[in-house]
């Protein structure tokens, strides 16, 4: 039987009346002035790309600012980190405000509920061979508590929004937004991670270390503004529950978990970037001997075996990236 539900949607009141803006066809929406996003408003205080709704497999609704001069408020607080929003919540960008409208169990429009002689097919469906990327910013919550707001949102929306654009240069996307962290996925084909797959992971993350130190010498910081990552390569269920050229795909298992472990243990040996085994096996394949990476055990939450992990610092990564072009004569950018 297929139950219809209610569509997750913004109501922006005008002066002819309320304009209602459907939440379909995909996980993630920009918003701001210039032609080239899904929402666009025409507020001269709102940024041309300006901030980002986000829909997790879960079905919780995130808003993101990207860096906007005037900033985004939901319910009149600024937001400096992806928040979330709730059914009923006001959202301010500019001087335009709008509604959030998300019923429960409204994330589908159609809902397959099977009979009492069937089961529910999961749409996690796929078994697939992924690189996992997690990056988050360092002493985040202390620099929360050192920095203005209005400087503190306008820096971490900007880190955001380049963030995304770097990993979509790369082949990937950002799947989730968290907190102060971003997690992005690269699918690989059967036969492996091929050498530009796994190049592209590296320069990615090379290019996010390279944006941080940027904005942070264009900004007045307490503190120089860095980043920690952990990348993990394996298999995990997937599926894809969007369209056109917006996919929303969706990864859960072991491989995943342990790249968010991986980040959180490069603060163990005080490193900045840890790999999983699979991952630095695939790089050996570039026929580097002195990856600059180095071999360590760490005891990862929620692991009952210790984890082997390679880690390097990006002044190492860099290192690495520069003999592959000139030793092996794959392209640095």
Known sequence: MVTLRPTPYLVLKTESGNRYLPLVGSNCWTVGRSDDNNLVLSDRWI???????QCTETGEFYLIDLGSRNGSFVNSRRVSIPVTIRNGDRI???????????????????????EDNETMTSTLHVRRLMSVMVVDIRDFTVLTRQLDEKILS??????????????????????????DAVMAIWFHGSKGVSNEEALNILKALSALHEMTMELSNQNPLPFPLRIGAGINT????????????RPDYTAIGDTVNAAFRLESATKQVKRDIALG?????????????DTQFTQATVNLKGYEVPTVTYTANFADLDRFLQEVTTQVGLPRN
């Open 47 to 53: 940024s041309r790309n300006h901030a980002m709704l």
């Open 92 to 114: 301010t960008f500019g001087q335009t405000d709008l509604e959030f409208h998300c019923p429960a169990g409204s994330r589908s429009q159609q809902v397959e509920e099977p």
């Open 154 to 179: 306008a820096v971490i929306g900007s880190w955001f929004r380049h963030a995304g654009n770097i990993i979509r240069d790369y082949g990937s996307w950002v799947d989730k937004y968290i907190g």
């Open 234 to 245: 394996g298999y995990a269920m997937v599926g894809n529950t969007g369209s056109g050229d």
């Open 277 to 289: 085994e699979d991952t630095y096996k695939y790089l050996l394949q570039l026929g580097i001997k």
